[in-house]
């Protein structure tokens, strides 16, 4: 019921903070449901099935997972100048959009799928190639869906409702996603059959939130390249962009963003399990904390905005994740009701900066360079894609490389006192160093705004 009603809040604040709001934006919101309902099982399950359930060593599941998403963020800049191209030529974005959505709905329901019988390293190798497929599908997603925000919005201020309306409708049922993803494991029947009945099911409406996203925004006009745009050679267009610090600043922010929640929500499953004694529903309440609380930060946001700059509202959003983080180390001695409280804070923080990133990104990638010149979005686009995966591929590696350092044993009932405190670290103190590092990059950007003297330009999207 409280779930309910918070949607309901959140989602009517969204609606009527932004004026300018279209009808259609709610199918603009559907990509974003699908994807993050895709990535659902990925982030929280796919380590723990990989060690638990297909049998993989904790150093060479973390591997599995990191090395797809290195190869793509090496590819990304190109492949999303690509793919951007190709849609102006054809005059539509549907079609990549179309194949991204097949292929990305039949990995997800084969990874969890993996064959039994075969060696650690044929399983391993058959996961990193469905992972590459899936990897280059979301870029193919991602670029094409902040592309169309671009071309379905006037300005800064409808950018940043219809940013801020997808990422709170996203996360709001992200939380029912996370809350239902174990009990539905446990419901189908566990084991490597639970995870595959699963998997399917969630494939399934990926596949129809994608396809509802296509329907919606397929009359969309396809933006055309501008006279002072910049297309050249990738390396040609990297070099122009590399006076770009805010943008540069803000992807730093990105991969320590999305390095500390891959360690974090990879982690939960095993403290869950192992520290803090917890079974699937524990496991429910645990990340269903964490979502409402997200979703609950994103609402704060604009609050924020009236208030201080947006770089301003990050950076101490930042912060308070950051101590957050250590304080669950402490509250892991403790009743478990302290881990509640200290990933509500988690979970707030990362609203913010949630709801915040995009918008600040998107503005930093559409600014003139020095001789004049804009290097075309689709190529920023496949930057900041190659970002979000670079800082997922650093927190799947931690992960696997933090299990197999202190000993962690797959499958085991009980784990050693080193291991243990392993776990312990796992979901605390690694994931605050990487949000320690985003910090570093979020004081560059707040310190040159302060000398600049740009915090009206930082506001106007409200």
């Known amino acids: 019921m409280f779930k309910l009603a918070t949607a309901r809040v959140v989602w009517g604040q969204a609606l009527r903070g932004n004026r300018s709001f279209q009808p259609r934006w709610f199918g603009y919101t559907l990509c974003n449901v699908g994807v993050t309902w895709g990535s659902l099982p990925l982030n929280l399950l796919l380590l723990y099935y990989l060690t638990q359930i297909a049998g993989i060593p ?52 084969a990874i969890f799928a993996l064959p039994a019988g075969l060696s650690v390293y044929q399983v391993a190798t058959i996961a990193v190639l469905l992972l590459i497929l899936s990897s280059v599908a979301q870029t193919a997603i991602g670029v094409s869906q902040f592309a169309i925000a671009t071309e379905m919005t006037k300005g800064a201020g409808e950018l940043s409702g219809l940013l801020s309306l997808a990422a709170i409708t996203a ?8 809350v239902a993803l174990p009990l539905l494991v446990a419901n189908l029947g566990g084991g490597a059959r639970g995870y595959s009945l699963m998997a399917l099911v969630m494939a399934g409406v990926v596949a129809l939130a994608l396809f509802g996203f296509i ?17 050249g050679s990738i390396w040609r267009s990297l070099r122009r962009t590399i006076g770009n610090r805010s943008f540069y600043n803000y992807l730093g922010l990105v991969v320590c963003v999305n390095g500390s929640v891959v360690i974090m929500l990879g982690f939960l499953p095993f403290a869950n399990q192992y520290v803090l004694r917890g079974d699937a529903g524990t496991l429910a309440l645990l990340e269903g904390t964490l979502g409402i609380t997200v979703v609950l930060g994103m609402a704060l946001a604009p609050f924020l905005l009236r208030r201080i700059a ?18 669950l180390l402490l509250a892991s001695y403790g009743p478990i009701a302290a881990t509640y ?26 600014r003139k360079l020095a001789d004049g010149t804009v290097v075309a979005l689709g190529f920023y686009l496949g930057i900041m894609v190659a970002s979000i995966k670079l800082g997922s591929s650093a927190g799947a590696f931690v992960s696997g490389q933090l299990l197999h350092l202190f000993g962690f044993v797959g499958g085991a009932a009980t784990q050693s006192p080193q291991a243990m405190t392993g776990l312990r670290l796992g979901y605390t103190i690694a994931p605050s160093m990487f949000v320690m590092v985003g910090t570093i990059f979020l004081y560059r950007n707040w310190r040159s705004e302060r000398v600049g003297g740009v915090h009206a330009a930082d506001n106007a999207a409200e």
Request: proline share 3%; glycine share 10%.
């Open 58 to 109: 904790a150093g060479l599941a973390g591997l599995v997972i990191a090395l797809p998403k290195i190869w793509d963020a090496l590819v990304d800049p190109m492949f999303g100048g690509w793919i951007d191209q190709w849609s102006m030529r054809i005059g539509s974005r549907a079609p990549a959009v179309a194949i991204a959505t097949l292929v990305f709905a039949a990995t997800l329901a």
């Open 171 to 178: 996360q709001i049922l992200s939380v029912a996603g996370s």
């Open 215 to 231: 329907i919606s925004t397929r009359a969309i006009p396809v933006r055309r390249i501008t006279d002072d745009a910049e297309t």
């Open 310 to 327: 947006a770089v301003t509202a990050m950076l101490a959003s930042n912060i308070a994740t950051l101590i957050a983080m250590v304080l």
């Open 341 to 366: 409280v200290a990933l509500a804070v988690v979970g707030l923080g990362s609203g913010v900066i949630g709801v915040l990133i995009q918008t600040s990104i998107l503005g930093a990638a559409q």
